[in-house]
């Protein structure tokens, strides 16, 4: 999944000013940090919009995009999700909005989906093997169980990685690994 900006219309338009500001104060290292702080911290290299073309392990091809947007002064986080199937039209497939969590390292997740349902679910914020920032969350889905990963590789590319099964008595499958 990469990350696309279209800037040159916007650049057109602006104007720099250059301000003299005094430094920030920066807070003493063992100071705690707030949720919402938290959450942006988490969540700031996400912001921009994230385009896939990749192929579910059952063969059905997949093209979305993601927009990951601030809301309220930087409070929340807003994903809107837009899905082709096939040769079709584009639709829009999710609205999820990133809250702070209840626990430090974990996120709350409220998604519209396209169909009319909800999910509200939490998000896990931590590392991958490689030290790079990884957002995990698990759901369900009729009467399967769904698992998914967001790994920043790198500020332009995420690995997403999903698997599925159908209880707790079967193994995890791999389903998508882009």
């Known amino acids: 999944m990469t990350r696309s900006a279209v800037f040159a219309a916007a650049a057109s338009f602006c104007v720099a000013t250059l301000t003299i500001a005094q430094p920030a104060e920066q807070p003493a290292p063992d100071a705690e940090i707030t949720p919402v702080e938290a959450m942006r911290e988490a969540l ?11 192929t579910w392990a059952w063969g059905e091809t997949l093209e979305a995009r993601n927009v990951y947007a601030w809301d309220l002064s930087e409070g929340l ?12 039209p584009w639709y829009n497939r999710y609205l999820t909005v990133f809250a702070p969590g209840d626990k430090p390292g974990e996120l709350a997740t409220h998604t519209f989906v396209y169909d009319g349902t909800t999910q509200i679910g939490t998000m896990t914020v931590g590392e991958s093997e490689d030290s790079n920032l990884m957002l995990s969350t698990s759901w369900t889905m009729g009467s399967a ?13 995420m690995a997403w990685r999903v698997w599925m099964r159908q209880n707790d008595e079967t193994p995890w499958a791999q389903v998508m690994d882009d």
């Open 145 to 157: 169980q769904v698992r998914q990963e967001n790994e920043l590789v790198d500020e332009n590319t």
């Open 44 to 54: 700031s290299p996400f912001i921009g919009t994230w385009e896939i073309e990749a």
């Open 77 to 88: 986080v807003l994903a809107h999700t837009q899905a082709k199937d096939g040769d079709g």
